[in-house]
T-cell receptor
Framework: SAVISQKPSRDICQRGTSLTIQCQVD?????MFWYRQQPGQSLTLIAT?????????ESGFVIDKFPISRPNLTFSTLTVSNMSPEDSSIYLC?????????FGPGTRLTVT | AQSVTQLGSHVSVSEGALVLLRCNYS??????LFWYVQYPNQGLQLLLK??????LVKGINGFEAEFKKSETSFHLTKPSAHMSDAAEYFC?????????????FGSGTQLTVLP
């Protein structure tokens, strides 16, 4: 199994600023993912972050807006840059083990 | 390409009644299918999954789901609802093989359990 923690759990930010979300896993994992869950909607994959390589972004998401770091096998960060109210969402970190995919508790972001 | 359709964004049942949450999928390759539950202010927790083998899958908290290939469905059921089952439920599909195997989620069903 894998236990995932995220910081911060929630934040309220002003338009035009940036927020970095941290994801810590209690075991070493190769595949780590970042998802966005907009209000009342399902989860959308932002990017896949594998240690030792550049993050792979899904259609509609770009590195300039959502830069990701993956310095080791237990940690990753997602930055939401130049925020607008449309970025208000829950951002979830996720990891895949051979048997299952686990999700963090999420970071609830409100942009005013 | 894969997609998931969850019929009914909101479902209400009485405590003790049958819970039925519907999920239909589309996949061009053999699928893996999942049900996740999300309690308020928490992350997603895996309820159950189908990979291969028996098509009736039992999960945690008394939930089960049946993979029906002919109907491309993976409906979630529980014989008797409990107040603690109130949460949002997500059906998801991934490819059975391949390095990508990304999860594609449905839009979610909010389950309300009435006393």
């Amino acid at each position: 199994s894998a236990v995932i923690s995220q910081k911060p759990s929630r934040d309220i930010c002003q338009r035009g600023t940036s927020l970095t979300i941290q994801c810590q896993v209690d075991s070493q994992v190769t595949m780590m993912f970042w998802y966005r869950q907009q209000p009342g909607q399902s989860l959308t994959l932002i990017a896949t972050a594998n240690q030792g390589s550049e993050a792979t972004y899904e259609s509609g998401f770009v590195i300039d807006k959502f830069p990701i770091s993956r310095p080791n096998l237990t940690f990753s960060t997602l930055t939401v840059s130049n925020m607008s109210p449309e970025d208000s969402s829950i951002y979830l970190c996720s990891v895949r083990t051979p048997g299952e995919q686990y999700f963090g508790p999420g970071t609830r972001l409100t942009v005013t | 390409a894969q997609s998931v359709t969850q019929l009914g964004s909101h479902v209400s049942v009485s405590e003790g009644a049958l819970v039925l949450l519907r999920c239909n999928y589309s996949s061009s390759v053999p699928p893996y299918l999942f049900w996740y539950v999300q309690y308020p202010n928490q992350g997603l927790q895996l309820l159950l999954k189908y990979t291969t083998g028996a098509t009736l899958v039992k999960g945690i908290n008394g939930f089960e789901a049946e993979f029906k290939k002919s109907e491309t469905s993976f409906h979630l059921t529980k014989p008797s609802a409990h107040m603690s089952d109130a949460a949002e439920y997500f059906c998801a599909v991934s490819a059975a093989a391949g390095s990508a195997r990304q999860l594609t989620f449905g839009s979610g069903t909010q389950l309300t359990v009435l006393p």
